[in-house]
Nanobody, 122 residues
């Protein structure tokens, strides 16, 4: 079992930055592929970024603005979000799956955090 706890969300003006953190429990964090997804009101949950020990992947909508990273010593994955836009407003979820493969579909991820709200004012 892995428990994920997100933090770092908040209200920011367009063009600003936020860094989300996701702290994971367990001793095998390094073996998990980690992802960030988001869900805006009235919309489906969508892929944002993911990272494993073999590499990373980004949605086109955030490429060049967001950076995903992980610190295996701290069992934490981060999402640095720069140049935020109003359309980035959503609840952001951290997700984990065993193995090194990265997937952009939410059903491939086994463990989920409770989400953290990001609101970008225009």
């Amino acid at each position: 079992q892995v428990q994920l706890v997100e933090s770092g969300g908040g209200l920011v003006q367009a063009g600003g930055s936020l860094r989300l953190s996701c702290a994971a429990s367990g001793r095998t964090f390094g073996t998990y592929a980690m992802g960030w997804f988001r869900q805006a009101p009235g919309k489906e949950r969508e892929f944002v970024a993911a990272v494993s020990w073999s590499g990373g992947l980004y949605a086109d909508s955030v490429k060049g603005r967001f950076t995903i990273s992980r610190d295996n010593a701290k069992n934490t994955v981060y999402l640095q979000m720069n140049s935020l836009k109003a359309e980035d407003t959503a609840v952001y979820y951290c997700a984990a799956r065993t193995g090194r493969s990265i997937y952009i579909t939410s059903r491939e991820y086994t463990y989920w955090g409770q989400g953290t709200q990001v609101t970008v004012s225009s």
